[in-house]
């Protein structure tokens, strides 16, 4: 079902201060994801207690005398996550003085500065509760989920800010037609869940190293081994799942976006590859660093697929209208 579009004036995408918010949104969205890998680092190298359990200030003060190697890298995260809350706000008034009412990037940005201030929240509990560094209780596991689920909920919406003010059409709440979407919801459910196990599992490689290969597969399957560890195998197998999910959207949306369907399906390969070179290597931290890489930008890709495939302008019969902004 659709409504005709609001007879509103809206900056086209091709004038210089819609093309500079455009630039902006996508540069936003990059920069938080190079805080989200340095958060792996922090994981990673156990140095979520760097700071002990203070927050927002570092071990009860502001300035550092003889920091620590873990209390420069969790401060560091704690700085660079102060940027991306200070961007967004940014974005979030940029596009609320540039665009109509109506306009769908206010939506998603609305919801991507919510998802701001949880992933904050929810980064402070993990510091306040001490589940950092050695803890290996399962309330770690809960809040690290919650983290990592927020953190891609996250990129999802700012992904689509960027994408509906990068559109030439489509971008006005009523002007769309909304394609699948029961099985597009399932599907992007199943790899946010690839996304989740895939925390778990790295949080189990870096609380358990093995000595070898084989070492670490009899972990997986010993009954003393850590529930972290005997869950491990619900990362390759949910990322198969949503693997064929993202196959179903290339074939529906390969014809009107080949491009994108075929830089989609480039990093599906790649993660599977990076998947099995993460195992064979035991988890090192810069494997873990480019493998969240390789997921982010996946997911980012595939939301914006997703979007072009199934979040069409009114009256655009299946795959005839285009929604990529006219050049």
Known sequence: MSLSAP??????????????????????????????????????????????????????SV???????????????????????????????????????GHLAR??????????????LLGALLVLLGKVA??????????LSLHLANTLLLLAALTLTAHFLSRERGYMRGSVDYHSLAPVSAGLFATLLVGVSGSLAALGDTLFPAENLRAAFAQDFSSSSSWLLRL????????????????????????????????????LLLQYFLGIADVLLRAPVW?????????????VALITLTARTCILPAGCPGNICSTKPQR
């Not at 209390?71 to 609320?96: C, F, K, Q």
């Not at 998603?108 to 201030?117: D, E, K, Q, S």
């Not at 050695?134 to 809040?143: E, F, K, L, N, P």
């Open 7 to 60: 007879a509103l004036h809206v900056p086209p995408v091709t004038s210089p201060r819609q093309k500079t918010l455009v630039r902006f949104a996508w540069g936003v969205l990059a920069y938080n994801i190079a805080v989200i890998l340095w958060g792996s680092v922090v994981r990673a190298t156990s140095s979520g207690a760097g700071c002990g359990e203070h927050w927002p200030l570092c071990n009860g």
């Open 107 to 120: 939506a998603a940005v609305a919801a991507a500065a919510i998802l701001t201030f949880n992933e904050a």
């Open 232 to 267: 491990r195998w619900l990362h390759p197998a949910m990322s198969l799942l949503a693997g064929a999910f993202i196959l179903w959207l290339l074939l529906r949306g390969a014809r009107r976006n080949q491009g994108l369907a075929a830089g989609v399906a480039g990093l």
């Open 63 to 101: 300035v550092q005398h003889h920091p620590q190697v873990a209390t420069l890298i969790e401060l560091a995260h704690r700085m660079t996550s102060g940027v991306a809350l200070l961007l967004m706000i940014g974005l979030l008034v940029w596009i609320w003085r540039q665009t109509a009412r």
């Open 134 to 143: 050695h803890d290996q209780s399962a309330s770690r596991g809960v809040y």
């Open 287 to 299: 494997m873990q660093v480019v493998h969240l890489f390789g997921a982010d930008l996946l997911w």
